[in-house]
């Protein structure tokens, strides 16, 4: 016999994740749902907008592109610190430090190329999921006993090569 089990998927768009009390508000609205469930999160607001900027400014100037991606950095640090104690907010931290050398690399290589693709964007521009899930992960791991598990959408979905519209690809058996 099988025993089906419903999951419960919620998203949590970027306008309610616009600082910690948002993130605050969606960890408690998550906590209030039965298990299992899949939380999908958006970049927190305005994040994509920014990121978008940060990528485009790195083909014309520089110096304002590094300065937008330390804005940017700044930003999700703030959030994480208001959320996460200590020693959380440092774990959350060292997870975080690869993805601003990772944009740091990016940013450099677009302000020497002088173009940027519809798939280096992409490239950019997820790194605001990334940031945003790996603050909710932490800080709904602080609201609750649950295992909170972070799986990233590069894991689990395949999409065709249009970048900036792709679409996803049904999984051929293996």
């Not at 997870?95 to 519809?118: F, K, M, N, T, Y």
């Amino acid at each position: 016999t099988h025993k089906v089990i419903g999951m419960i998927v919620t998203k949590f768009g970027g306008a309610v994740l616009g600082n910690a009390a948002g993130v605050q508000s969606v960890c408690a609205t998550i906590c209030t749902l039965t298990s299992p469930q899949l939380v999908v999160v958006s970049a927190f607001a305005n994040v994509t907008n920014w990121l978008e900027q940060l990528a485009h400014r790195a083909t014309e100037d520089s110096t304002e592109a590094f300065r937008l991606l330390q804005e940017l950095l700044k930003h999700h640090e703030q959030i994480a610190a208001q959320l996460l104690p200590e020693p959380a907010y440092a774990d959350w931290l060292n997870q975080a430090i690869p993805w601003a050398a990772r944009l740091d690399e990016i940013v450099q290589g677009l302000s020497i190329v002088r173009e940027l693709s519809p798939r280096t964007l992409d490239m950019v521009v997820h790194y605001g999921e990334r940031y945003s899930s790996s603050i909710v992960a932490a800080a709904l791991q602080q609201e609750t006993t649950t295992p909170v598990i972070p799986i990233s959408a590069i894991e689990l979905i395949i999409t065709d090569d249009a970048h900036s519209q792709a679409r996803t690809v049904e999984a051929k058996p293996a």
